[in-house]
C-alpha cells in the first residue's frame, strides 16, 4: 500500500518557479513508477510528467518540456516537480500518483495510488 501526501503548492507570479514535493509511505515507492498530474478549472485532469523506478527515464508533457523537472530520492520516498518559468496556464491542482505495476503510462488510469493535491496558483 502506498500513501502520498503533495506539498509545496501556492501562489507564484507568472515567470517565477516553485517546487512540490510528494512523500510515499512506506518502502514500496522504489518499486513505483511516479507521475504528476493536474487539473485546472473547467478541465480534466491531464498528465504533466513521469519517472521510473530508478529516476533513469523521465517523460513530460510538450506543455511543460523545457521548463518542468521530475525528479526522485527513493531514500527519502519523495518525488519531486520543479516547476519554471510558470505561466497562467500552469495553474491548477497538482496530484502526485504512484503506479505499482509494470507500467510507464501518461494515463491516469494506469496509476494506482493518489494524493490529494496541491494547489498551484499563477498571477499575471
Known amino acids: 500500500q502506498v500513501q502520498l501526501v503533495e506539498s509545496g503548492g501556492g501562489l507564484v507570479q507568472a515567470g517565477g518557479s516553485l517546487r512540490l514535493s510528494c512523500v510515499a509511505s512506506?518502502?514500496?515507492?522504489?518499486?513505483?513508477?511516479m507521475g504528476w498530474f493536474r487539473q485546472a478549472p473547467g478541465k480534466e485532469r491531464e498528465f504533466v510528467a513521469l519517472i521510473s523506478r530508478s529516476g533513469s527515464s523521465t517523460l513530460y508533457a510538450d506543455s511543460v518540456k523545457g521548463r518542468f523537472t521530475i525528479s526522485r530520492d527513493n531514500a527519502q520516498n519523495t518525488v519531486y516537480l520543479q516547476m519554471n518559468s510558470l505561466k497562467p496556464e500552469d495553474a491548477a491542482v497538482y496530484y502526485c500518483?504512484?503506479?505499482?505495476?509494470?507500467?510507464?503510462?501518461?494515463?491516469?488510469?494506469?496509476?494506482?495510488?493518489w494524493g490529494q493535491g496541491t494547489q498551484v496558483t499563477v498571477s499575471s
Open positions: 500518483a504512484a503506479a505499482t505495476r509494470l507500467v510507464y503510462s501518461i494515463k491516469e488510469s494506469s496509476y494506482d495510488y
Open positions: 512506506g518502502r514500496t515507492f522504489s518499486s513505483s513508477v
